[in-house]
């Protein structure tokens, strides 16, 4: 997944007038204004209630299901084999959100402060805090990108991170 598809991707949704926000590694890149590592896919944040026209949108630009995890997130990917993962987030009045995980008792939570903007290629776009980036960075063992994706928080913003 290259930084134009990102754009691209992002372009349609805009079109359609959907609310994103990208998380992981485009959205660390995206915090801290240029890409650092390769990406295998786009991982972005929805609000649930727009589902519909989010998948429309994608599907008019010819990308299809092809993994099924709801609630709690679902993958699709175009003939090109860009894939593009989305969570499916439940807001609330003041503006935090929360997404449906595995362990149904634990949803993950997504406090208003959490979503922001960073930069691609020059352009501003939504994204996840640094601060909520370390949060979903924890409670598995961490993978090189994972290891890097932090490095590159603890260097630009001069926060903690647990590994």
Do not use: K, N
Not at 6 to 24: N, T
Not at 36 to 44: A, G, N
Not at 129 to 150: C, I, K, L, N, T
């Amino acid at each position: 997944m290259t930084a134009d598809d990102v754009l691209d991707i992002l372009a349609v949704l805009q079109q359609a007038e959907v609310d994103i926000w990208i998380g992981g590694g485009w959205g660390i890149d995206a915090l801290v204004g240029e890409q650092t590592r390769r990406h295998r896919d786009l991982d972005l944040m929805h609000r649930s209630d727009q589902e519909p026209a989010v998948v429309a949108a994608l599907s008019q630009v010819g990308f299809g299901e092809t993994l099924d995890w709801r609630p709690v997130r679902f993958v699709v990917t175009d003939p090109r084999g860009r894939e593009t993962d989305l969570h499916p987030l439940l807001f609330a009045a003041d503006g935090s959100a929360v997404q449906a995980s595995t362990d149904a008792g634990h949803p993950f939570t997504y406090p208003a402060s959490c979503f922001v903007t960073g930069t691609i290629q020059g352009t501003t776009v939504p994204c996840l805090s640094a601060d909520q980036q370390v949060y979903f960075h924890q409670g598995y063992e961490p993978a090189d990108r994972d290891r890097h994706d932090m490095a590159q928080l603890r260097q630009a913003f001069g926060i903690a991170t647990h590994f």
